[in-house]
């Protein structure tokens, strides 16, 4: 039987914990740290969520096991106050107009893996994303998996929650933000496009890919140029060369 994930708002491992204390830590409720566990890292963490007024607890391993659901926690896990909170669109846009920068983001439609989801985040805020866009429905949202795979970089990351995928891509289109869809069969490569403007990337699930009517409503179709024999990418693969390329573009 597969066991169920932990709520969301448990995070465990090193990184992820010291990134939520790093962006400021106040949804930080408390700190479990496992029996023995005196390692330099896991002391700065304790000193860090004393410093915020969270409780620290020590607790035998198996208590940590069963909170995070899994036992790669390193000793470490993190109960948060409340829900994830989702950032509206306006601040990902007014961020990239105080920071006087085209705006960039990443918007996946149906993207279930955690994993993915994870890594993707990852790759958006080491690459100068200013917001990660999933749907509400028949996607996965920002869950304890999430905050791994992404080793915490999550809590820096604006990720936003749209009801449609499509309606969301004409309504940024009105806003000036040009969008481009990651498909293998896309027109171009992706080197040809021109991703120095305001620019939304565009990629879908790893089975079905990007939907019809999501694909039609992409001002621009780009493939990932390949020279080995690899019928495809994996989504949090092509989302890295896809912001990589953007960067590349926007230095030059």
């Not at 989801?117 to 990660?132: C, D, K, N, P």
């Not at 080793?151 to 929650?161: E, L, Q, S």
């Not at 621009?220 to 690899?230: E, F, L, P, T």
């Amino acid at each position: 039987m597969k066991r169920p994930e932990p709520p969301t708002r448990v995070i465990h491992g090193v990184n992820p914990v010291k990134e939520l204390l790093r962006g400021g830590g106040e949804e930080l409720s408390e700190l479990w740290l496992a029996e023995g566990a005196r390692s330099p890292g896991v002391l700065e963490l304790e000193q860090g969520a004393v410093a915020l007024g969270a409780r620290v607890k020590h607790a035998p391993r198996q208590t940590l096991d069963r909170m995070a659901g899994n036992d790669r926690h390193q000793g470490v896990v993190a109960v948060l106050r409340g829900a994830f909170k989702y950032a509206e669109i306006s601040e990902a846009l007014d961020a990239a107009r105080t920071a006087g920068e085209p705006p960039l983001l990443v918007i996946l439609d149906g993207v279930e893996d955690p994993q993915h989801l994870g890594a993707i985040v990852r790759s958006a805020v080491a690459f100068g994303a200013h917001a990660v866009v999933i749907p509400r429905d028949r996607a996965v949202g920002v869950t304890s998996v999430v905050v791994k795979a992404s080793a915490g970089v999550v809590a820096r990351c604006r990720v936003v929650r749209v009801v449609n995928i499509a309606r969301f891509i004409e309504v940024m289109k009105d806003s000036g933000v040009w969008s481009v869809a990651l498909a293998a069969d896309g027109d171009r490569e992706l080197g040809q496009v021109d991703l120095k403007g305001p620019i939304a990337l565009v990629l879908g699930s790893e089975g079905e890919g990007i939907r019809p009517l999501v694909r039609r409503s992409c001002d621009h179709g780009a493939r990932v140029q390949m020279v080995g024999r690899v019928e495809s990418l994996s989504v949090s693969a092509a989302a890295s060369i896809a912001l990589y390329e953007v960067a590349r573009q926007r230095r030059g």
